[in-house]
């Protein structure tokens, strides 16, 4: 099994700044790619950000140039780091990882996700 555990969401003004993390754990031979999706409420989920374990990085249009996502491979964490947050950026993040388990098993894995409000 693996796990995925985020932290950092919360309510900011428009204009700040936030910081989300996230910890994969459990039976994990090595992690493809990372990142982060949203949902507001009555949308889809979208990417936001993803990085590989050779820190190429994927960024939606909508936030690049605020938003910068960063990974330690070694710890299997990443991170988003959220400038100049919109009210527009105001939505459900989830952490994603593509993983290799132990048993050699490629699973696609979610976290329960993290609300982050961006207040005008």
């Known amino acids: 099994q693996v796990q995925l555990v985020e932290s950092g969401g919360g309510l900011v003004q428009a204009g700040g700044s936030l910081r989300l993390s996230c910890a994969a754990s459990?039976?994990?031979?090595?992690?493809?790619?990372m990142g982060w999706y949203r949902q507001a409420p009555g949308k889809q989920r979208e990417l936001v950000a993803t990085?590989?374990?050779?820190?190429?990085?994927n960024v939606a249009n909508s936030v690049k140039g605020r938003f910068t996502i960063s990974r330690d491979n070694a710890k299997n964490t990443v991170s988003l780091q959220m400038n100049s947050l919109k009210p527009e950026d105001t939505a459900v993040y989830y952490c994603y990882a593509a993983v290799v388990t132990s048993a050699g098993r490629y699973l696609q894995v979610w976290g329960q996700g993290t609300l982050v409000t961006a207040s005008s």
């Open positions: 459990g039976s994990i031979f090595s992690i493809n790619a």
């Open positions: 990085i590989t374990s050779g820190a190429s990085t």
